[in-house]
């Protein structure tokens, strides 16, 4: 009867054991996964997923588009100021305007009786017996 007793204590002592690990290792294991499902089926996940949306599409793209927007007004700015000056230096000193460079350089203005007239291009009546090569009618 002693051997049936002590068979008896040993066998609850395993059963205990067996409770206390499947207690510490499969259930709160199961607790975790439980637990992941819970915190997956909240908002936390979509919080956390919008905020990083929001941070690309709404503050990276805000910065990136001004960035583009001030350096496109600069571009702009300077290209106008440059235009200006390749004019002005082309009227001034390739002959492109009303002050043409001379021969000899010096930047001497042509005499206005020197100046060719422009010649009308505004068709009138007494325009169409003439040819457009001045010579003649039709």
């Avoid at 992941?36 to 599409?57: A, P, Q, R």
Wanted: contains cysteine; charged residues 15%.
């Amino acid at each position: 009867m002693v051997f049936i007793v002590c068979a008896v204590e040993t066998a609850i002592g395993n059963y205990q054991r067996n409770l206390k690990y499947i207690k510490k290792n499969q259930v709160g294991k199961l607790n975790e996964l439980v637990n992941d499902i819970k915190n997956g089926g909240s908002c936390l996940f979509l919080k956390v997923t919008w905020d990083e949306i929001y941070e690309i599409l709404c503050v990276d793209a805000k910065n990136g588009l001004s960035t583009l927007g001030t350096m496109s007004l600069l571009v702009g700015a300077f290209g106008f100021f440059s235009a200006f000056f390749l004019l002005w230096t082309q009227q001034t000193n390739g002959g492109h305007g009303p002050v043409q460079a001379g021969d000899d350089a010096t930047g001497t203005k042509i005499a206005p009786e020197q100046q060719v007239e422009m010649q009308s291009v505004v068709a009138t009546p007494a325009s169409f017996d003439r040819s457009i090569y001045g010579q003649g009618g039709v």
